[in-house]
């Protein structure tokens, strides 16, 4: 038992440590009230059952807790998606099947390199074969990535945080020499010009205007990106040229450019510049996003609602440990649960992370490792491995349909390592000395059954199953074309609204106004217009996102459903509350990055 | 390789490449954070180094208490410092952190405000620079600013407010809020030592010039030094006419009020010194 941090433990019996992690539990909660406790599990698994809701369910139904929610991988490419394609839009199921590559004639990679960080399964095989087809690829990265090495037929070096003004600039080219799809534009976009601004938008407000200078007096020329973006006005000019008039031409973005102080700006950007030549919602073309197209059906188990309301974005986790409520805080932090997650090395300003940890009242964590996050831990739970207990899962961003089964191929390896969806902590928390039988096979049995999987047997023994293939391969490819039949969510909630029916895909600047954020230093502003990125090169305080999109909580979207809980109904009835818990169709978290 | 910035510091073996755009560093998504008996990494952990920030930023938390006001953050000084103290140690740092020559120049606070200071230290006004914060309001994009004559009193008296004209006066922020921004009061405000996410506009004619007398934070101080030692500034862009122009970038905007360009340096100009030049007079 070595000071924390140094990673020092004795090991004791399943007994005491969870009595001890019941007990401090108790206390904390009684002590402090719940929202002292936060909860730090994450996406070390993504397993349908085994992931954090476990963890989750085990704090909501115990009181609540403080909840961390934004992805750390792409929140900027989340809030630029649902401003521009409607609140329900998914970033992992905004783009396209990897099939499609192929149906591309142009296809630009941007900041997004598969060969290095595969961005779905076999993604680097089906750019490849799209190559092979003679679909030309050019990469926009400041390194040459391996992608590019291999793939691209050409490679723009540019100056990490500056994508959005090459693709402002780009935009400009198209649009100043008549290369833009004007037809879509006024089916389908809202804020390209003056003639369709939303309500309510100052004139001069498009993003026309924007590109011309016709409000600022500066024209968003490829000499004006030159400086910042250390990319060659000519190569601008000449890569705007060739995606203006080649189609169907794609534009394929990875999260790193977004990465950045204002990096949903990059986002927009590239949307407007896909919106601008006509290619979303078609064969070959893209939206800018670069997930998969549908949903495959198989929802990954979630939790119940917190009842505490106290969520902070995780990238402040390092201040929230630090400040508390006295940084504006929904309270000081005294215990954090910690089970597949390692946000200690994940989170930025690991220092300030890892003193906040050190003042801790308690800490426990669920791993298979002795991660930079469980050395500061004061009781370590040794969590089983996927060899160890059985699991479904789907490929990672929509791409593929279909499921695999994980077979439990050994029992656990130490007598004492229990499967911690049986969660053995339960039963302490509340007293009950009850066990249950791992729960795993009912509990995938009954989660298959509302889903394409009809026979669950077969399923388990062949290990694999395939899920039918969405009808398009690009997603808002019926929204595109049948914008009566399938108005976007944004244009339904309009429509009922009695105000008349507004196209779905708005790229004008400075779109919509957000609540204050009391962490931000200034004041709040309008959500910056699109460019506003890269007219100031240095990183500005982003602007706020609304408090109602939660991208990493699923119970915002969850609905409760007769699924058998995970633990024996004694523990969960002996405190009264219901033991509700709900399959969720919540976007799945990304995985670490 | 020592790889560190005031948040922390790690170890990283260097790779030198042509298969990366000039300039430019990459550091993968690292190792474990695997601290020394010092507490400084020593496996390449990259979050070492990142801040603690959420783009866009977090939804407002949702307990009553945290709902309106918040404590500025602590300054990293000695708590028994006063405030001017403290923004003028910062300004100094970041003055040594430019590497330039520079000078401090000790003045009356009575006299801080820009034509009070140049009338009373025999300064040319186009030698002194305006540091002007401005669209820190919301909704603001590039806003409107007065014709520079009327600038100065109409930003003190009509805030936002339709003046002269038609034009809007350009809405900086007030000095509470300018204060709680930059720490620095109103006749002190200074383009160094801010917060670093603010993009900063400096007027060409001032770049220009052979030297530029600046806040110093304080309002009993003002820096001297020469326009081209900003350039090291990050964020930094120099914008030609920025004075005559009727929009004020959003950010920190530098300008005189001087009618000209003027190359000849003036007395205060010709030599450089350490110390304070200016007492009083």
């Known amino acids: ?593 | 390789m020592r790889v560190f910035n005031q948040r922390g510091a790690t170890i990283l073996p260097a790779h030198v490449t042509e298969r990366i755009a000039p300039g430019v560093v990459s550091i993968k998504e690292g190792a474990w954070f695997t601290p020394d008996a010092a507490g400084r990494d020593t496996r390449g952990c990259a979050n070492v180094l990142t801040e603690d920030r959420a783009s866009p930023p977090a939804p407002p938390p949702t307990t009553p208490a945290a709902s309106t006001s918040l404590p500025p953050d602590p300054p990293d000084a000695k708590p028994d410092m006063s405030d001017d103290a403290i923004i003028e140690a910062k300004v100094a740092q970041a003055l040594e952190s430019l590497g330039a020559k520079w000078e401090l120049m000790r003045i009356d606070p009575d006299f801080a405000d820009t034509a009070a200071f140049c009338e009373k230290y025999g300064v040319a006004l186009d030698h002194s620079g305006n540091t002007i914060i401005s669209g820190l309001e919301e909704g603001a994009e590039e806003v409107l600013r007065l014709p520079r004559a009327r600038h100065h009193a109409a930003r003190r008296e009509s805030r936002g407010a339709t003046a002269h004209g038609g034009v809007r006066a350009c809405p900086s922020p007030p000095r509470e809020e300018t204060a709680a921004l930059t720490g620095m009061m109103i006749g002190g405000v200074t383009l160094l030592a801010l917060p670093p996410d603010l993009p900063i506009y400096v007027d060409e004619r001032i770049m220009e010039l052979d030297y530029v007398i600046l806040g110093g934070g304080s309002r009993s101080s003002k820096i001297k030094i020469a326009p081209d030692a900003l350039r090291g500034l990050p964020g930094l862009s120099v914008v030609p006419g920025l004075a005559q122009a009727i929009r004020m970038k959003i950010g920190v905007n530098l300008i005189n009020f001087g009618p000209g360009r003027s190359r000849r340096p003036s007395a205060a100009g010709r030599a450089w010194s350490r110390t304070s030049a200016i007492t009083s007079s």
């Open chain 1, 1 to 593: 038992m070595g000071p924390k941090g140094s990673g020092q433990f004795e090991r004791i019996s399943w007994d005491e440590a969870l009595d001890e992690v019941a007990g401090q539990m108790r206390r904390i909660r009684d002590a402090y009230g719940p929202a002292a406790i936060l909860d730090c599990s994450r996406t070390g698994s993504t397993a349908v059952i085994h992931n954090r809701a476990v963890v989750q369910r085990l704090l909501h139904l115990f009181g609540g807790c403080t909840e961390l929610w934004s992805s750390l991988s792409n929140e900027a490419e989340i809030f630029a998606l649902r401003h521009t394609y409607g609140p329900q839009a998914d970033c992992k199921f905004s783009g396209r099947e990897p099939s499609d590559y192929v149906n591309s004639r142009l296809m630009i990679l941007w900041g997004w390199s598969p060969a290095d960080g595969t961005f779905g399964t076999n993604n680097p095989q089906y750019l490849h074969w799209a190559h092979q087809h003679g679909v030309r690829m050019v990469s926009v990265d400041p390194r040459a990535t391996r992608t590019s090495l291999k793939l691209a037929d050409e490679h723009v070096a540019i100056r990490p945080g500056t994508d959005a003004a090459m693709l402002i600039a780009m935009a400009q080219v198209i649009v100043s020499e008549n290369l833009h799809d004007q037809a879509f534009l006024d089916r389908l976009v809202l804020g390209f010009d003056e003639a369709h601004l939303p309500e309510a938008r100052a004139p001069g407000s498009s993003y026309r205007s924007y590109l011309l200078g016709l409000t600022d007096g500066v024209v968003k020329t490829p000499e004006w990106a030159e400086p910042l973006t250390g990319v060659p006005a000519a190569t601008i000019r000449r890569l705007a040229r060739e995606f203006g008039t080649v189609k169907p031409a794609a534009l394929q973005c990875g999260y790193a450019p977004g990465r950045t102080g204002y990096g949903e700006q990059f986002h927009r950007a590239a949307y407007a510049l896909c919106a601008i030549t006509g290619n979303i919602g078609i064969p070959g073309g893209s939206t800018g996003c670069s997930g998969g197209t549908s949903f495959h059906g198989i929802k990954r188990q979630g939790a119940s609602a917190n009842p505490v309301n106290a969520r902070v974005a995780s990238t402040l986790l390092a201040d929230l440990l630090e400040r508390g409520q006295a940084g504006g805080y929904p309270a000081d932090i005294k215990m954090v649960y910690s089970a597949c997650g390692d946000l200690a090395n994940q989170c930025p300003n690991v220092n300030k992370i890892t003193a906040g940890l050190e003042r801790l009242e308690f800490m426990v964590a669920h791993d298979h490792f002795l991660t930079p996050t469980a050395r500061y831990a004061d009781i370590v739970l040794p969590a089983t491995t996927f060899w160890e207990r059985s699991d479904m899962h789907t490929p990672w961003s929509g791409a593929g349909h279909y499921v695999i089964f994980m077979q439990q191929a050994i029992p656990p390896c130490t007598s004492a390592a229990t499967t911690w969806t049986s969660a053995p902590i339960w039963r302490s928390a509340w007293g009950s000395r009850a066990t249950s039988a791992p729960p795993d096979l009912d509990w995938l049995r009954e989660v298959c059954q509302d889903t394409n999987i009809d026979d669950f047997d077969t399923f388990r023994e062949k290990g694999l199953a395939r899920l039918p293939a969405p009808e398009d391969p690009v997603a808002f490819a019926r929204e595109v074309r049948d914008p009566e039949r399938y108005p976007s969510r944004r244009r339904r909630e309009r429509s009922r609204s009695t105000r008349p029916p507004s196209p779905p895909i708005p790229i004008c600047t400075g779109w919509d106004a957000f609540p204050p954020s009391p962490r931000g230093f200034l004041r709040t502003r309008t959500i910056p217009a699109i460019p506003s990125s890269s007219s100031r090169p240095s990183r500005a305080p982003a602007p706020t996102r609304p408090t109602t999109i939660s991208p990493s909580c699923p119970a915002r979207t969850s609905r409760t459903c007769g699924c058998t809980p995970p633990t024996p109904p004694l523990a969960a009835s002996s405190t009264g509350r219901p033991c509700a818990c709900s399959t969720s169709a919540a976007p799945p978290s990304s995985p670490p990055t």
